[in-house]
């Protein structure tokens, strides 16, 4: 449903210091020229007011970056979505996510790990300030779906159901740092039954698999958790599967941005039935 060139993002920075208005420049491998900004809209209330700095995880080589950077507009035009740090007062997500409504491109989404950022300026005091709002982002959202339907020539109410257009769309990053670092190593939760904390929720879009990820090993990329498809399970999945799968649409894995660590039991509760003794079965 977006374009996420995460992975392509070389540099960038943006400017709010006039409200109201976004404007500035990104560097992506791919490129020969920057992608300039001039974007209607706020930052959210964490930077709002100031200009922010930050350097991506792309690689000037990378083999791959022309071809999924082909038709990204050099000046992109339309309205910021929801650009923050991650910084408190933690309106919409923990770490740095910048999204905007390009006239030519349409969605696009970029996230990044906490220290690949930089605020400059002085931030306006946040308490003074009122969040974004959530309706003019929801109407941002059905203005996008609604040109796909138009593309596709479909009713717009039904947008809601369409894929992605740009197929070649890789997916978002799955796997934070910050996850990254919560998720205890393989049988870090043995034994802990529906006690076990989920650290982090995958799902396809296009129907209703569902991962829920307890442990992971970093050396071959290995989760365990919960596997919710043809049935609820416990098992093995990995980080390379779920970034190459698609859904019956097409659509690539995504994860829950808004997940807080939750018990297994309180996910699946006819899994974990407590025994008169006090233990699960």
């Known amino acids: 449903m977006a374009w996420r060139p995460t992975n392509y993002l070389l540099e960038g920075e943006l400017d709010n210091t006039t409200l109201g208005k976004v404007t500035g420049w990104m560097k992506f491998a791919g490129m020969k020229d920057k992608v300039t900004f001039d974007l209607k809209g706020d930052f959210h209330r964490d930077i709002r007011g100031a200009k922010i700095h930050f350097i991506g995880d792309g690689r000037e080589k990378d083999v791959e970056a022309a071809s999924y950077m082909d038709g990204m507009a050099v000046h992109q035009t339309g309205k910021v979505g929801d650009i923050t740090a991650g910084l408190p007062p933690q309106d919409y997500v923990d770490y740095p996510y910048i999204e905007w409504y390009g006239d030519d491109n349409g969605r696009v989404v970029i996230e990044m ?17 009122e969040p974004n709002s959530r309706e003019e982002q ?3 959202m059905g203005e996008f779906l609604g040109q796909i339907a138009q593309e596709l020539d479909m009713p717009a109410d039904r947008a809601i159901c369409v894929g992605m257009t740009q197929a070649k769309a890789p997916g978002m990053k799955l796997l934070t740092e910050e996850i990254r670092k919560q998720l205890p190593p393989l049988y870090g939760q043995d034994g802990k039954g529906g006690g076990a904390i989920v650290y982090a929720k995958f799902f396809t879009p296009d129907n209703s698999w569902t991962w829920y990820a307890t442990e992971f090993g970093p050396e071959d990329g290995m989760f365990f958790g919960l596997v919710d498809g043809l049935a609820k399970e416990m098992g093995y999945f ?3 599967e779920l970034e190459s799968a698609t859904g019956p649409m097409g659509l690539h894995i995504e994860r829950d941005i808004h997940w807080r660590p939750t018990k297994l039991r309180d996910i699946a509760p006819e899994m974990f039935r407590e025994d008169k003794s006090g233990g699960e079965q």
């Not at 790990?113 to 300030?129: D, R």
């Open 238 to 240: 990995t980080l390379s």
């Open 138 to 140: 929801a109407q941002n």
């Open 113 to 129: 790990e906490a220290g690949q950022i930089n605020v400059l300026g002085t931030l306006k005091p946040w308490a003074e300030t």
